[in-house]
């Protein structure tokens, strides 16, 4: 006999719509607080920002590490998120349709340019790579789900110049007051204003003072003012780094910037060179190829 108040057509009450699983709530809790500290942190933190006893919170510590959610450091101790986490991560990133066309871009773009290309996605952790085309292998090679600084990468600094700084002041907190445990320099307020500025005047930012040891391009694309969508970046070895080389490479940039644009609707939030021959061509270059590998994903 079917006796459950739903199954017999009434509407629930009030509360059967509050059950909920008491021990998962708590568990998903520990894991948002990990997720926007954006850095490893300790027991006796998560204690106090949790206000479970640490033995009790200990408990919830070791299921998540367990199931690869969560994972600890040996030589500190302190917590940080696990390979899980970031799989899910990354996996509902990829699902979102436009990283989705990002992606296929990015292969394109690595296939045309001959060099490495990389997508960065801003999460609670900071710039985060979710996709790496190599091209010319860079000397150095990020695994999927790292998260760069801020101030100290290429890619940081554009999203620091094209964001809010209400999302971006916590982890420039960070690294400031990390570079002064370290007794090392760091801009001041102003100077990271200053190159703020410099980076919104430029389409691509490129520099030599990147995490790598290598020139590399970097390129926005933004949804509307102060709203990336996503960071893509191009890197070419030193010795491979010619003017004539950059600007190749920064056409192509521009290009895939503006299909990515225009194929998620957003395509008048930055200027683009529609004057420029060579870009037009590219742009339609990159289109054909894009619908290319939509065709090969479609076929059974």
Partial sequence: MITSAVARGRPKSKSEQSIGIQTVDTALKVLEIITQEGAPIGLSELSRRTGLIPSKLHRYLVTLIRHDMLKQSPMTGLY????????????????????????????????????????????????TLVRMELGTPPPAILRIGTALPLVHSATGRVFLAHMPSSKTEHLVRKERAAAKSDGVPFPTQQELNDISNDIRQHEIYWTRDAIITASVGVIPVLRKPQDPLCVIIAILPLGRASEAQQQRTGLQLMAARDVLQKECGFDAAVPTPDSDRKTRELQKRLDQITAHLKRQEAEP
């Fill in 80 to 127: 940080n998120l696990g390979s899980a986490a970031l799989r899910i991560g990354l996996a509902a990133l990829s699902r979102h349709d436009a990283i989705s066309t990002a992606q296929e871009l990015i292969s394109a773009l690595a296939a045309n340019t001959k060099t490495t290309v990389a997508l960065y996605v801003w999460t609670e952790m900071g710039p």
